[in-house]
């Protein structure tokens, strides 16, 4: 399954953003139902992060540092996942993505993930 990614830009601190992990190249709905989905982060010179994952029963855990201001969420009928930032801090700036995997997975390990989209910059600056 590919995944992509959207929804980054330009905000300024205390801002929000709602990031979106689409599944393209699937013709049943009901296989997305299967896929657990991370959001991570890489900024430069700094080591990948897993912030957010979403397992295939809608279970959800949080890096500490975005609990309470991230959430993570999946439309099912859209074939989406979703990741609503609220109350973003220059420190949060960095390449998002999201990542998926068939079955049980239930991890902030990106490496845990097969499917990779191809990230969206998120900017925080005023």
């Known amino acids: 399954a590919q995944f992509v990614d959207s929804g980054g830009g330009m905000v300024q601190p205390g801002g929000s953003l709602i990031l979106s992990c689409a599944q393209n190249?699937?013709?049943?709905?009901?296989?997305?139902?299967?896929?657990?989905v991370i959001w991570f982060r890489q900024a430069p010179g700094k080591e990948r992060e897993g912030l957010s994952c979403?397992?295939?029963?809608?279970?959800?855990d949080y890096m500490a540092s975005v609990k309470g201001r991230f959430t993570v969420s999946r439309d099912k009928d859209k074939n989406t996942v979703f990741l609503e930032m609220n109350d973003l801090r220059p420190e949060d700036t960095a390449l998002y993505s999201c990542?998926?995997?068939?079955?049980?997975?239930?991890?902030?390990?990106?490496?845990?993930?097969?499917?990779w989209g191809q990230g969206t910059q998120v900017t925080v600056t005023s």
């Open positions: 190249g699937f013709s049943f709905d009901k296989t997305f139902d299967n896929y657990a």
């Open positions: 979403i397992s295939n029963d809608g279970s959800t």
């Open positions: 990542a998926s995997g068939q079955g049980p997975l239930f991890s902030l390990a990106p490496h845990s993930y097969p499917n």
